[in-house]
């Protein structure tokens, strides 16, 4: 048996219909290798909407030629595809072998009835993309692929399960579930063993059971071992196990498969919230799309790794996957990191959200993609709940309610060792009730000649608070919250309580959450077990649903999305590129994981002008104190601190001091003249220092910088070196207002993957080999296409060029 990535060798072009594929394409297809966004390198317009960042629509066709040895004309050969965007068509050797609509979904194509052994075969994948999301989804093969190569009489795909379903100090129950599966002819015996190994590759426990499996059938064979005192896995303790489990006829093996797991135990009561391992746990979650910023949609491995690291380095415990089911890939990655994990299977049901989005595939498909998520997620000890949707509009809806307990039953009959939830908005299950209140609204306020956009907006966040309060919400959505094992609450943070006294038995989490809202929030996620989490919107910042969290003000037209060119949501406590940005570290000091003051600086620019936020909106606040403004011009500071007291000193100068702490939301506001030089916050409780922070004008002539996160890579398609791109002076200050032109040129064992900032306003591409760095700052990515050393030069106008040399091995 033999499982190796299929990731290399594939062509990738767009096609509009068979004839164009008689007449082959005009030019030769760019070969690509997997995983592989089509879409981001597709010109972007104004009229393809801004849901999903102006990218337009498409269909793609990847091709791939390969070799089938005669040797296999005995054997089981699939390919595994972990997912394609979407209505994913497989072809081999011309024949259609395979289709799958949800593009979230893994799925496994067996080649053996179209195979032509000893000779060169071709295989072929139409993907599509049509206005089917309300996000940025990139399109194509954007995850990874395998092939598997296995005897008559082997392991099904997915069929090694481990839980661990007795655990104490001295020991842990590892029972290890295998599906056998025997294509042959003739019922066959063969013995199935399972090691159990440690971090150190150690084997601390082994069994072993003689499987005897009919012809065309597949049996699951379990092995109960033991594990004597137990490394138990946590957030804050990592451990991972890893079970093997081998097939052997007579001496010889004949299939072999491993899987990570952890040991620990999940417990969740109104009384003392969730408990893992025993000690309760709160959830200081946010919610992640799946695109990786400059990349696109290319779930690459090493991509999906940073992305887990960077949201653990921000205090984040937990993730919601938004909303469809996490990669392989991520998933590892939550278990070796420590990162909490909410999978979400759908974001619609029955109900469209967006034109030919998966409603018109739900009916039919929903069951295998259940199933699907299931098999991938059992051995990952990060999950700890399924979310079987997000804001489905039919929660307010008695059949909606039972269709929703179906979805929750199918999960439980495929996993029990977790929980399920559902993200339920109250707004969105009763929209024919909330139509009527916005009208009426409106109506009154319009009725006022005097009333403004900020009175209408208040006036509707009001409406929007006392509604999910309302008798309608808490009975049109008592029947889908009772099939749940924690209620999931999108925006509802005002039943949190309320909810204790209706339903005391009710385990709640904020699903999702606005950003502005945590320093509110959180101690009443604190202060109550019910509640045992609140996930933020969001974590990172995404492309698609452009400007929802930009800074929007009284002079301008308020719209929920901004137009072209904006790229991303904007409201993310990271950006596309990885920094944090100011709401991050108020969230930290909000948290408790900090007790430093942070300083952040708004845009001079916005100064005079009046501010009419979407909730989900930050201050256009940046932690410099570089600002291309003439001294005298007036600027507002912004420090965030738990103390009592922020003390604020220009140049050792006290400038004014001012309270701060819970009851002035962590936060102190500061109008002052910008004069370049020092920048400091002092933080007082009970009149004593307890901490400071500063900020330094860059001075003298700017220079660029390029650094690597790693300069040691695997020679892998799994692998990235990230590369950040700066501006600073002299003392190494960041030059946060003088932006230039950087150009990257990789030379010897790898290529450019992505370059591109930050900037929610983005007119330049992500794939071109020049770009604009943003507040200074921009990003490269490099991936290895083999062995050996790899130099990249960074350049800009006027500058020598910096070299970065790195090394695949």
């Not at 296995?150 to 129950?173: F, K």
């Not at 990570?260 to 979650?285: A, Y």
């Not at 929660?395 to 399920?420: H, Q």
Request: charged share 25%; net charge negative; with cysteine.
């Amino acid at each position: 048996m033999t499982i190796e990535s299929f990731n290399t060798g594939w062509t990738v072009r767009t096609q509009a219909s068979v004839f164009e594929q008689v007449a082959g394409p005009s030019v030769e297809p760019p070969p690509v290798t997997l995983p592989h966004d089509a879409l981001i390198s597709q010109e972007r317009a104004p009229e393809n909407g801004p849901g999903r960042a102006f990218f337009p629509s498409g269909c793609f066709l990847y091709e791939k030629a390969f070799e089938a040895p005669e040797e296999w004309r005995t054997k089981r050969v699939a390919v595994e595809f972990q997912g394609v965007y979407r209505d994913a068509a497989v072809f081999v050797n011309d024949v259609a072998a395979y289709h799958r609509p949800y593009g979230y979904s893994w799925f496994q194509v067996e080649l053996d009835p179209y195979l032509r052994y000893g000779q060169t075969n071709t295989i072929r994948v139409e993907a599509r993309s049509h206005l089917d999301s309300r996000w940025y989804t990139g399109a194509g093969i954007y995850r990874d692929t395998r092939l598997i190569v296995c005897e008559l009489v082997h392991i099904a795909s997915h069929g090694l399960r481990v839980t661990t379903p007795d655990i104490d100090a001295e020991r842990a129950v590892v029972e290890t579930a295998v599906e056998v599966r025997n294509d042959g002819l003739s019922t066959e015996t063969v013995e199935l063993t399972v090691q159990i190994s440690d971090e150190t590759g150690a084997v601390v426990a082994a069994g072993s059971a003689p499987v005897t499996t009919r012809a065309g059938h597949s049996t699951t064979a379990r092995v109960r071992t033991y594990v004597y005192e137990p490394k138990l896995w946590s957030p804050d303790t990592p451990h991972l196990y890893t079970a093997t489990a081998t097939l052997r006829a007579g001496e010889i093996p004949i299939d072999t498969r491993r899987t990570g797991f952890g040991v620990r135990t999940l417990q969740v009561d109104p009384r003392h919230g969730l408990r893992i391992n025993g000690e309760s746990v709160k959830l200081r979650g946010a919610c992640v799309h799946h695109d990786n910023g400059i990349l696109g949609a290319a779930a690459i491995g090493r991509a999906e790794q940073r992305k887990v690291e960077l949201l653990k380095q921000a205090g984040f415990n937990a993730i919601r996957s938004a909303h469809n089911p996490l990669s392989d890939a991520m998933l590892e990655a939550c278990d070796r990191v420590g990162m909490l994990v909410m999978d979400e299977a759908f974001d619609v049901w029955t109900v469209p959200k967006s034109q030919n989005d998966y409603t018109l595939a739900f009916p039919e498909w929903w069951e295998r993609d259940i199933e699907a998520m299931v098999a991938k997620d059992l051995n990952h000890p990060s999950v700890i709940m399924y979310s079987i949707g997000n804001e489905i509009p039919e929660t307010g809806d008695r059949l909606g309610a039972e269709l929703g307990r179906r979805l929750a039953e199918k999960i439980r009959s495929l996993d029990s060792t977790r929980f399920v939830t559902n993200g339920i908005n109250g707004m969105v299950s009763t929209f024919d009730e909330v139509a009527k209140l916005v009208r009426e609204t409106r109506r009154a306020n319009d009725a006022n000649p005097d009333a403004g956009v900020n009175e209408l907006m208040a006036a509707e966040r009001q409406m929007q608070h006392e509604h999910n309060m309302s008798q309608v919400v808490t009975d049109r959505t008592a029947e889908s919250f009772s099939v749940l094992d924690i209620a999931g609450i999108n925006y509802g943070d005002s039943r949190y309580e309320l909810d204790k006294k209706l339903f005391p038995n009710r385990v709640i989490v904020g699903s999702e959450t606005f950003p502005r809202r945590i320093a509110e929030a959180w101690p009443i996620v604190l202060a109550n077990p019910h509640v045992i989490g609140d996930f933020t919107w969001t974590g990172l910042d995404y492309l698609g649903e452009v400007g929802v969290g930009r800074a929007q003000y009284t002079d301008t037209p308020h719209r929920f999305e901004a137009s072209f060119p904006w790229i991303t949501a904007w409201c993310g406590d990271l950006d596309i590129t990885g920094y944090r940005r100011p709401a991050s570290y108020f969230r930290e000091i909000v948290f408790g994981l900090s007790t430093e003051p942070y300083i952040a600086v708004q845009d001079p620019d916005s100064f005079e002008r009046t501010r009419t936020d979407a909730p989900w909106s930050w201050s256009e606040s940046i932690a410099s104190w570089t600002w291309a403004a003439k001294p005298g011009t007036p600027i507002r500071v912004e420090v965030y601190s738990d103390a009592d007291e922020i003390e604020l000193l220009l140049d050792g100068e006290i400038i004014a001091r001012r309270p701060v702490g819970e009851k002035e939301a962590l936060t102190a506001l500061f109008d002052i003249a910008y004069q370049p030089g020092e920048l400091a916050a002092v933080a007082y409780r009970d009149g004593r220092e307890t901490g400071r922070r500063a900020l330094r004008s860059a001075d003298g002539a700017t220079r660029l910088t390029a650094t690597a996160e790693r300069a040691a890579l695997e020679a892998s398609d799994s692998d990235l070196a990230y590369i950040a791109i700066e501006l600073r002076d002299a003392n190494g200050t960041l030059v946060t207002c003088d932006d230039r032109r950087v150009r990257v040129t990789v030379e010897g064992a790898g290529i450019l993957q992505g370059l591109g900032s930050a900037r929610p306003d983005n007119t330049e591409r992500y794939d071109s080999a020049e770009h604009t760095t943003f507040h200074g700052r921009a990003l490269a990515v490099v991936r290895p296409t083999g062995a050996g050393s790899i130099t990249v030069s960074v350049e800009t106008d006027g500058q020598e060029p910096v070299l970065v040399r790195l090394s695949a091995i």
